[in-house]
């Protein structure tokens, strides 16, 4: 896990809500897994994506500062 793929994975998760359709971890659990499938990731591989992705501590970036300054 890098800051690149943290963001973008936090822009992804924006992107979707800001459609305005309701997402539950479910329907993130499925499209996960197929993609996985197609991309050729083992199960046990994406546990411990998961597992790295949990314990991230991302740096901020520009904007995130700027937003934390702003309250948002």
Known sequence: M?????Y??????RFVEGSGRPVSV??????LWLIAEEEGVSIDDLVTR????????PAPTDREK???ELGY
């Open 2 to 6: 890098n800051n690149l793929a943290y």
């Open 8 to 13: 973008a994975g936090k822009n992804l998760k």
């Open 26 to 31: 479910n329907h993130w659990i499925v499209a």
């Open 50 to 57: 998961l597992i790295a992705a949990s314990d991230f501590a």
């Open 66 to 68: 700027i937003r934390k």
